[in-house]
């Protein structure tokens, strides 16, 4: 059974706590002194966090103080997005007997304004969360109880909401963590679409041609807007709603192509190489959609080895650690396998993270044995090894991993546990260097509160956390030679793309160098 140490020692005795709170009886509006209504929280003391949802309660002073049980018992009950059950114990006092009773009650005036009111719930439940959770148990060498108390008197006066989440802000940005914060209800909507693998938009993967940077379109979503009006893999995008998309990224224009479900957008296309008649430009009007964006990106490309045989290279790009990036990557894998191929590269460039559960499990697919993924370090300075049980990789054929400053989190995860235990080749650039875990928990409001919980070490140990990990092999131009170029001109457009990437061709030359010296990584 997990246990959990008192809140505080010193309110331990819920007795205690009135003398360390500030004035709250009265406050001075003008000349007028008046008595401000009160509503307390109750936070029972339990050997258990799962008895934790059905036990917390809110205590009413008088008729008009708040009344807030059920949404506690929601917001506590709710799932959590990554480990659920733990964060369930972020109101739990730990007691030597779960018989007894006793409580901690912590009083504060009630704000005038409903919208107000509802975010000082938001508050304490940020605080709460804080208090049991976060990574550094000193709070950055500071009264976190202090805090609480300052941030409530701050955020009486106040008049709306948003003022008032910028008050919490402010109270999480003192933790010195740039990654424990806390976003609006909208905000964590859109991060949910991103972590289901759903936008709105039109299903182009674009991608700027090295040599000439046009944007070129590496594939349709199967069933999207731009699938059904005929868009191919090859058609170079000229412009979008008029504007012209010279010297446009590929991202950029990808932000002009997204929009809510049901508005349109109109591009301009032109497809062939034949660019001395208008016969090859087109314009389409595209109504957006929901679509249901992959993570994994896939190419299977010929590749001529050192004893001059073609064979197959299998390409995957990992875009985001979402909830199906595991699940769409081993059907990926599955699929290359009986087509043939021997090699791969899986591109974790710009990859940004996402849910490490995904980043484990997208690790098991290449690993076996009880090899360890990752190493944890909790508040205490505990480490705990991640490791697996009885793994049995789908592929042993030889693998390296794109990497560059854009990959952090899950991305370096999956990079240290790969090379680490001996599975693949590192080449790119040294990663973003985020070592860190966060926990995500949906609030009464709908907001969502990211604390980091724990900070992590590669397998072998390597402190990752603003340090990045330097790859085996750096990535440079000087690879692309003058007769890789003359094949790429016989290559459609999108297969150029790739085999002009100077880090794909390094990694193909450190694939031939793993087989001429006959190891599979």
Known sequence: MESFSPISSKFSNPNSFSSLLPPFSTF????????CKAWTLSLPCFSSYKSVASHCKAQ??????????????????RGLVGVAAAAAAMFAVYCDSPAVAESL???FPV??????????????EAWGLIRETFIDPTFNHQDWDQKLQQTMVEMFPLRTADAAYNKISGMLSTLGDPFTRIISPKEFQNFRIGSDGNLQGVGIFINAEPRTGHLIVLSCIEGSPAARAGIHEGDELIEINGERLDGSDSEAAAQKLRGRVGTT????LHSGTDWGSDSGFREVQLSRDFIKLSPVFSAIIPHKTLDGHISKLGYVKLSAFSQTAAAEMENCIYEMEAQGVCSYILDLRNNPGGLVKAGLDVAQIWLDGDETLVNTIDRDGNMLPINMFNGHAITHDPLVVLVNEGSASASEILAGALHDNGRAILVGHKTFGKGKIQRVTE????????????KYLSPALHDIDQVGITPDVMCTTEMLSSQKESSLKEKSPAASSLEADSCIMVAEHELDVQESKGTAS
Do not use: I, P, Y
């Not at 001075?28 to 008595?35: C, I, L, P």
């Not at 009413?60 to 009950?77: A, Q």
């Not at 704000?111 to 304490?124: D, G, H, P």
């Not at 609030?443 to 724990?454: I, K």
């Open 265 to 268: 957008v109109t591009v301009k």
């Open 60 to 77: 009413s002073n008088d008729r008009d103080l708040v009344k807030f049980e059920n949404d506690w018992k929601r917001s506590v009950g």
């Open 105 to 107: 009650t912590v009083a």
């Open 111 to 124: 704000s005038r304004a409903r919208e107000v009111n509802t975010v000082q719930r938001t508050l304490v």
């Open 28 to 35: 001075n509006h003008g000349r007028k002194r008046r008595k």
């Open 443 to 454: 609030l009464h409001d709908g907001s969502a509160l990211f604390v980091t919980v724990a």
